[in-house]
């Protein structure tokens, strides 16, 4: 194998896609833009499976992990500030770019189908390269200003794609949230870069590791706020509480950009993230225990809010807000492995349940609303089965993947002492609420009776089945790997389990516990979905507060406008208007014409149009230039302070 | 001995001649209302200077004075042709030569 892996390839392949469809798009023929933008990420997944090769030992490894490949022209040299562009391969950022560019490529085929007859195919196309670009980058980012430059971009991809049809209103506002929620996040990001720079002089991660394992002092204070802020970039990006607002919202953008952006890839950068800096979290058991009380919060805030939403595509915007909670508890509980491994498994099964509901809204004519669909499983057999892979896997189910890794994160939160045992108990009454929503979700779309039945459904054609298949194919058989192989896997990156010294009965125990709750969860579903279908009405009827609180999500959009964003937009518009624009601009505007004005006024008089009038001036003037020549003012003026200095002398 | 005739004129005496004309003729310019005597001020303003630069050149015994006077004589000659006719043309259209009176830019 070649000592040189050609990182740099992975990042630039989509973005040489980006340029050729963003660039020549329009004027292209279609097949070829399909071609560019497919070959884009495939090559980029090609060079990646290359890379790994070495890496699970089928060729002998040309290099050690960590790989690390820097641009050899540095990038900012500012005092003591060195920054190099370079991109690092490890254990952690393989899995992650195996998952990126694999999964990507594969929304990659499912976007020919559906987005076929949009107008905007190749503006499509190019945006969903650029998206990959900068997540390659993001992902390989050997240090945090290369991660940041991704991070970023990403958020402009998503932005973008969000907005993509910007002729809808509610699109481009949810496109402008999502971007301006974030930068709340960016903001912790940064304050945490520069309180990095400013202790530790480095933003590389390798270094920062070095220099906290070389001197046990550094612990609590600093590192706490540091990781406090990079936490919140993290709950920025990943739609945690306080600022998951964005994700329901972003749903506006076509449904594979939901599944490849808002629920497999982009949205999981946060959990990287804290798997990226993990040296950080481990030097503060208080930002630890702040990102697994997060993590949880979150995890059955939006789990409650999933179980009574009507839109196929909102319910799965929740349950990622929660399968995300679920990540960052496990990296609060320490458990990275844990968490990444979820983040695996999770982008299988919910990119594959976005695509699935994707095809169910295609074959529909565009309907997202759950109590319209019904009975679709005779008309839609194939996203039937792979959706029902998806759900099993979601909801925990042995063998399906989500059960592994599920129970990897659980297990690791129920060994971690009293609080511990709150954060499984909480864990655990997610998983049933997931199991719940996602049967009712099931039994509402392709159960029953249809309640639409003018509505004639077809079968996606097959560039969109084909991924399906595969991806059910990955949420039944993807944690199968087995926790103890990932995570041995992933120790040189992220560090042992802690759950390792436990005791494996408990965790059979525990299992156990959290396959009943799933079944459970189903159990409800199917009581109330399909044999007493009048039921949920009734309960909600019987509980209007609560209903009310659930379907409308808490009222948090409603606090958060009334509290930020109603004051903030009171206060930029009587900037804007008063100080701004009547006093600053208008004043300057007011102040020049009338200066102008005035000594026109004046000067004017000048203008008599009498001949004589100007020439007597002339004269003057004449005069009085003679005068200031013919009169001797030094020795003037020489007399005068002369006599004044005599009278001074009195 | 000296006759009186045969004795130089002073310089000051040239010089407050050429002052007092180019004077006559700034008084002139500024009071007058016919634009013909206006004219004639103006010719008087020139013959002022061309005086003092006569004076300086028999002074100094430079020519360079003289040639000066020649191209004043011409251009006043020139402008005297040009300025009369302008008065003719004004007068046909306005039957007067009061400077007061002419005071827009068209006729």
Partial sequence: MNAYLHLWLIPLLPFAGFLINGILGGRLPKWLVTTVALLAPLAAFGVVLNASLG????????????YIETCPLPWINAGLLHVNFSFVLDQLSLVMLLVVTGVGFLIHVY?????????????????????????TVL?????????????????LASYLLIGF???????????????????????????????????FGTLTFTEIATKLGQDPGWSGGVVTVIALCLMLGAAGKSAQLPLYIWLPDAMEGPTPVSALIHAATMVTAGVYMVARTHVLFDHSPFALSVVAIIGAATAIFAATIALVQNDIKRVLAYSTISQLGYMFLGCGVAAYSAAIFHLMTHAFFKALLFMAAGSVIHAIGGEQDLRKMGGLRKKLPVTFWTMTAAVLAIAGFFPFAGFFSKDAILYAAFLQGTNGKILWFVGVLTALLTSFYMFRL???????ESRS??????ESPWSMRGPLVILALLSVGGGWIGMERFAGFLAPSVGVLPTEAGNPRLEIILSLVAVLVALEGWLIADKLYRRKPARPAQWAAALPGGYKLLANKYFVDELYGAVVVKPLLGFSKFVLEWVVDFAILGGAAWLLGGIATFTG????RWQSGNLRSYAAWLAAGAAAVLLFLLVPWATVLDNLSAIHLGMAGH | MSSFLSQEVPLSWYLL??????????????????????????????????????????????????IFVFFVMMVAAAEAAVGLAIIIAVFRARATLAVDRIDLMKL
């Fill in chain 1, 139 to 155: 992902v390989l980012a050997g240090n945090a200003l290369v991660m940041f430059i991704g991070w970023e971009g990403v958020g």
């Fill in chain 1, 165 to 199: 049809w910007f002729e809808k209103k509610s699109a481009a506002d949810a496109g402008k949230k999502a971007f301006i929620v974030n930068r709340i996040g960016d903001f912790g990001f940064l304050i945490g870069m520069f309180l990095l720079v400013a202790n």
């Fill in chain 1, 453 to 458: 039945p003018d509505v004639h459904p077809h």
């Fill in chain 2, 17 to 66: 001649l050429s002052a007092a004309l180019f004077s006559l003729g700034v008084v002139g310019f500024l009071i007058k209302r016919n634009l013909i005597t206006v004219f004639m001020s103006i010719e008087l303003m020139l013959n002022g200077v061309n005086l003092s630069f006569v004076t300086f050149a028999h002074q100094w015994h430079a020519v360079k004075g003289q």
């Fill in chain 1, 601 to 604: 006024a004046i000067l004017q």
């Fill in chain 1, 442 to 448: 099931w039994y509402m779309t392709f159960l029953g």
């Fill in chain 1, 111 to 135: 976007s020919v189908g559906y987005m076929g007859d949009d107008k905007g195919y190749a503006r499509y196309f190019s945006y969903l390269n650029l998206f990959l670009f900068f997540m």
């Fill in chain 1, 55 to 66: 890496v699970f030992g089928f060729v002998p490894a040309a290099s050690s992990l960590p």
